[in-house]
């Protein structure tokens, strides 16, 4: 039977509630009255509510409300661009809060996905063959997605975390940051207010990193070779085979074994690389400027806030 997921719906006062709880979690470093369900780069997916979560709740980045609004409508965007090429993103409210300062806050509420649907929890329990519909199905949604060309492009991260399965498609659960973008651009390109996340010094040096990323899914090849990698990090390395033959089944040009452990190694590089940037940029705020750093640095491995 086919899963539908209904569209959440979260009051003004308990958006103002996990704010409140988002800001203690920066200032004391601890996830106390929180209920942590995902660990990103730079940031917490929040179950809500906190007792009996049926909702995820994603704090974005901060800034003017003209900036803020513009990432979240080019993130409506992205959503309408993937819909209108047949893949589905789960149900998605995008929120925002007006802080003390006049800076407005991002939000994205979705309905809480069921372990049993999530890819990357199912994946581990099955034995890898080729053809698998859940590989076929991540396979031909980026086909079908992925395109650039002079009028702009589009593209998916295809990391199986990404994705929930209904029991017959895949769909997409995550699409920070959205990979639409116009002529002559790339996807990651416009990172929005995550620069502010780094030293100014050192933007330069982490936006390199991001536009390798962004460029590498400019091909269907490209991004179903980052899935394999992405299956390699969450500790599935014994689906990359099945993964990289399902894929190259249907693809121009194959994905290399090789390739995959490349830029597997260099991802292990580069994550650490981009959360040392910010603690450096987090001690500058909150013990020079005596400000607030507005962003979680985790350990999406192991479940902590550094």
């Not at 704090?59 to 893949?87: I, N, S």
Request: overall charge negative; some cysteine; hydrophobic content about 40%.
């Amino acid at each position: 039977m086919t899963t539908v997921w209904e569209p959440p719906v979260l009051a003004e006062d308990e958006l103002r509630e996990i704010e409140s709880r988002i800001v203690n979690a920066f200032a004391t470093r601890s996830t106390d009255g929180l209920s942590v369900l995902g660990f990103g780069e730079l940031g917490l997916a929040i179950g809500w509510p906190t007792e009996a979560p049926t909702m995820v709740v994603k704090r974005q980045t901060v800034g003017t409300p003209e900036t803020v609004r513009a990432d979240l409508d080019r993130m409506q965007q992205y959503h309408d661009a993937l819909e209108a090429h047949d893949l589905p993103v789960l149900p998605t409210e995008l929120r925002t809060i007006r802080l003390e300062s006049g800076d407005d806050a991002g939000y994205v509420v979705q309905p809480l996905v069921a372990r049993e649907n999530l890819v990357e929890h199912l994946l581990p329990d099955i034995t890898p063959t080729v053809d698998h519909p859940i590989l076929i199905a991540i396979r031909d949604a980026v086909i079908g997605v992925v395109h650039d060309g002079p009028s702009g492009g589009l593209s998916v991260d295809a990391q199986v975390t990404n994705f929930a399965w209904d029991g017959s498609g895949v769909t997409v659960i995550d699409t920070t940051p959205p990979l639409v973008w116009k002529a002559d651009g790339g996807p990651f390109y416009d990172v929005g207010n995550y620069l502010l996340a780094i030293p100014a010094p050192l933007r330069p040096a982490a936006m390199k990193i991001t536009r390798q990323q962004g460029d590498r899914v400019r091909t269907g090849t490209g991004a179903l070779t980052q899935t394999c990698v992405f299956l390699k990090r969450i500790e599935l390395d014994q689906w990359v085979d099945a993964a990289i033959e399902t894929f190259n089944d249907a693809l121009d040009t194959p994905i290399e074994r090789a390739e995959v452990e490349k830029l597997f190694r260099e991802a292990t590089k580069n994550f650490p690389l981009i959360k040392f940037m910010a603690r450096i940029q987090r001690f500058w705020v909150t013990k020079v400027r005596r400000g607030e750093y507005q962003y979680f640095i985790t350990n999406s491995f192991s479940g902590e806030i550094l």
